[in-house]
């Protein structure tokens, strides 16, 4: 719910509820929170991609074989799988595994960010402009 607040320059403006929580949040909690979303976007977007390479993985498709021991067409490669996995399961197949992967990067991101921007703000004040990491 919209409410009243006063701008530097006195001027009184409605503000969303999350630019009232982003003005009474300390910085430290607002990058924690930015790291864990992004690590639950990112696992969403490369969910696909991860259950294609353990599928990979388990068929033995990244090893180099004779002619005789490939596999076939439909198998073979990043689409023939992603097709494989989408016919036979669809989106759901897509995003088996999301769960533990969000359980992972959660909370890594989470304290990457964190920790990221406090070491770079405490590394700049011990030796000044010219820390770059």
Same mark, same amino acid.
């Given at each position: 719910?919209?409410?009243? #607040?006063?701008?530097?320059?006195?001027?009184?403006? %409605?503000?969303?509820?999350?630019?009232?929580?982003?003005?009474?949040?300390?910085?430290?909690? @607002?990058?924690?929170?930015?790291? %864990?979303?992004?690590?639950? %976007?990112?696992? @969403?977007?490369?969910?696909?991609?991860?259950? @294609?390479? @353990?599928?990979?993985?388990?068929?033995?498709?990244?090893?180099?074989?004779?002619?005789?021991?490939?596999?076939?067409?439909?198998?073979?490669?990043?689409?023939?799988?992603?097709?494989?996995?989408?016919?036979?399961?669809?989106?759901?197949?897509?995003?088996?595994?999301?769960?533990?992967?969000?359980?992972?990067?959660?909370?890594?991101?989470?304290?990457?960010? %964190?920790?990221?921007?406090?070491? #770079?703000?405490?590394?700049?004040?011990?030796?000044?402009?010219?820390? #770059?990491?």
């Amino acid at each position: 719910m919209p409410y009243d #607040h006063h701008d530097t320059l006195g001027n009184v403006e %409605a503000a969303s509820s999350m630019e009232y929580a982003a003005a009474h949040c300390s910085v430290d909690f @607002i990058r924690t929170f930015a790291g %864990a979303i992004s690590g639950i %976007a990112s696992s @969403i977007v490369t969910c696909p991609l991860d259950v @294609i390479k @353990i599928k990979l993985q388990a068929q033995g498709g990244f090893r180099r074989g004779t002619t005789s021991s490939r596999l076939s067409f439909t198998n073979r490669g990043l689409l023939g799988v992603g097709r494989e996995v989408w016919l036979e399961k669809g989106l759901k197949g897509m995003y088996q595994g999301l769960g533990p992967s969000v359980l992972a990067y959660f909370p890594r991101w989470a304290i990457f960010f %964190a920790t990221y921007h406090r070491s #770079h703000e405490v590394f700049q004040i011990w030796f000044g402009k010219f820390i #770059h990491f």
